[in-house]
């Protein structure tokens, strides 16, 4: 709001003219998919998709098939798709935001506009963040940081886009499914009336990598692995007298064991915070997928509705994004502090 | 009156995983009841109480998404 009095008019302003004709224009696109609009209407009563916790196969058969490592039959899996479209969109990012900063050196105007303007707000709100808690490790610990918020930040945010979760394959469902509809030459859909036997359900083609428990882990892996290398950067070999602690074993009587098995707590902390990493961010967002789905059927004909839970999803990819990074960043910056150099840190 | 009594007890216990979200309220209340009155009485120290506030919150959170997690295991992958 203060960039008001800038010497350029600009020529495009924002289209709120514009942008309000099509929310309203979409609003009667959905009364009119959804509901019987004076008669006119198609009258599509949206269904309750079919939940499914482990992520579903893209093909019959198997990639490959190998031993290693006990992998297994490796499939194709929709999730695996969303993860690739997140690190072309992450790895695309970080060109354009690459040439909009060589642009703006050239052209000696280093304002950045747009979307790289955007990233470049929240990479310095992180990297102050980082700085406050971290100090001098700033710099190791930052990309870290960066990195997987900006992952998980795009990871979540996918839930929110239309066909994500919605467009696949129909197959058989076992249970209970839905009648098929077909809409035109080699489309289809499913919707109600329910079918008690020989009934559909949709496969997605691509469902939110958040909610598939192994991109989770395998994150909260890397996280926590991550923060032990920085404590052995930080402190030398010194940084594993943190989980066995014998120091003081034999020269204070009682507290000595206690330091000791303090330590060996500490070891079990840094497993559980793989848990606690892992099940936070699939709980959060699987959750939140199934709450779309759930309030999408239910209020699916009050068509302003669902936009709301949109929003809260919004709401809670960010602040899910934000804390799985926060709490990568606080522990390592807990990891650059050993527990004796508390004095000369500051 | 049919049905299926695995699927009744799913249902049932699914819901009882989720009496667990009341220690995650309360202390998610707590965690900002006292931020916010922190941040009353002390403006400028709002930046950093609110990233210990966002920690709290998500270190109290993640008992209620265990909880989350139990009943959508139940729900969705048992039996």
Redesign the interface.
């Known amino acids: 709001m203060t960039k008001t009095t800038d010497v350029t008019p600009k020529k495009k302003g924002w289209r709120w003219g514009t942008n309000r004709w099509i929310v309203l224009g979409l609003i009667i696109l959905g009364l009119f998919l959804l509901t019987d609009f004076f008669g006119a209407g198609l009258n599509i009563k949206p269904i309750r998709p079919f939940?499914?916790?482990?992520a579903e196969h893209w093909s019959e058969h198997p990639l490959f098939s190998t031993s290693f490592l006990g992998i297994g039959d490796f499939y194709l899996t929709n999730t695996l798709v969303a993860l690739f479209i997140v690190m072309v969109l992450v790895i695309g990012l970080a060109f354009w935001f690459n040439r909009a900063v060589q642009n703006a050196f050239k052209k000696n105007d280093l304002a950045l506009k747009g979307i790289p303007g955007a990233l470049e707000a929240l990479l310095e709100g992180l990297f102050n963040?980082t700085q406050?808690?971290a100090g001098k490790w700033a710099w190791t610990i930052f990309p870290w940081f960066a990195a997987i918020t900006l992952t998980v930040l795009l990871a979540n945010w996918m839930e929110l886009i239309p066909g994500v979760d919605s467009i696949g394959v129909i197959e058989e469902a076992h249970g209970t499914g839905y009648a098929v509809q077909p809409l035109t030459a080699g489309i289809a859909t499913i919707a109600m009336p329910e079918v008690a036997e020989h009934g559909s359900h949709l496969i997605p083609y691509v469902r939110v990598v958040s909610t598939d428990l192994n991109f989770t882990v395998a994150l909260a892996i890397i996280a926590v692995v991550a923060v032990q290398v920085i404590g052995v950067q930080a402190q030398g070999i010194g940084y594993f007298t943190k989980f066995w602690n014998v120091k003081t074993f034999f020269s204070k009587p009682i507290f000595g064991v206690i330091d000791w098995g303090v330590g060996l707590l500490e070891l079990v902390s840094e497993f559980s915070k793989i848990l606690?990493f892992a099940?936070?961010l699939?709980?959060?967002i699987?959750?939140g997928s199934?709450l779309l789905f759930v309030m999408g059927s239910l209020l699916g004909s009050i068509v302003i509705m669902p936009s709301i839970f949109y929003m809260l999803e919004f709401f809670v990819g960010a602040?899910q994004a934000?804390?799985f990074g926060?709490?990568t960043m606080?522990f390592m910056a807990q990891a650059t502090q050993g527990h004796g150099e508390h004095e000369e840190a500051h | 009156m049919e049905g299926n009594i695995v699927m009744a007890a799913k249902l049932i216990g699914a819901g009882l995983a989720m009496i667990g979200a009341i220690g995650a309220g309360a202390g998610i209340g707590i965690v900002t009841s006292g931020a916010v009155q922190a941040m009353g009485r002390n403006p400028d120290a709002t930046g950093t109480i609110q990233t210990n506030m966002i920690l709290g919150i998500a270190f109290a959170e993640a008992v209620a998404i265990y909880c989350l997690v139990v009943a959508l295991l139940i729900l969705f992958v048992v039996g």
């Not at chain 1, 939940?51 to 482990?54: S, Y």
């Open positions: 939940v499914q916790l482990p963040m406050a808690t606690s099940f936070r699939f709980g959060n699987f959750a199934v602040i934000l804390v926060l709490l606080t």
